[in-house]
Nanobody
């Protein structure tokens, strides 16, 4: 059974940093693209970073140079390191598994997502 569990969210002041983790189980991490999404009330979920099977990455412009996605295949875990956080980064952050192995563009895996975590709240205060 595929399962994704996020952790690491919390409250931080603007300019601070956080590391989110997504533990994946039920499949081999290396076989799929993995992505991070975020959502604020009243808005659609937006993809912000993705990493494909071989480890190539793509980012949404609004988080480039501030966020870094990485993974540890041995630990079946995907990370999102966030620095220089802004109040606009406040959202629920979700990790997701793509339908295939490859990344797309603009922070997305190629194709849609096939599994989601439950989300973790990130709050950035000014």
């Amino acid at each position: 059974q595929v399962r994704l569990v996020e952790s690491g969210g919390g409250s931080v002041q603007a300019g601070g940093s956080l590391r989110l983790s997504c533990f994946a189980s039920g499949y081999t991490l290396d076989d799929y693209c993995m992505g991070w999404f975020r959502q604020t009330p009243g808005n659609e979920r937006e993809g912000i970073a993705a990493i494909d099977g071989p480890g190539q990455t793509t980012y949404k412009d609004s988080v480039k140079e501030r966020f870094t996605i990485s993974k540890d295949n041995e630990r079946n875990t995907v990370y999102l390191d966030m620095k220089m956080l802004k109040p606009d980064d406040t959202a629920i952050y979700f990790c997701a598994r793509g339908r295939g192995r490859w990344r797309g563009t603009g922070g997305l895996c190629y194709g849609d997502s096939s599994a989601w975590g439950q989300g973790t709240q990130v709050t950035v205060s000014s």
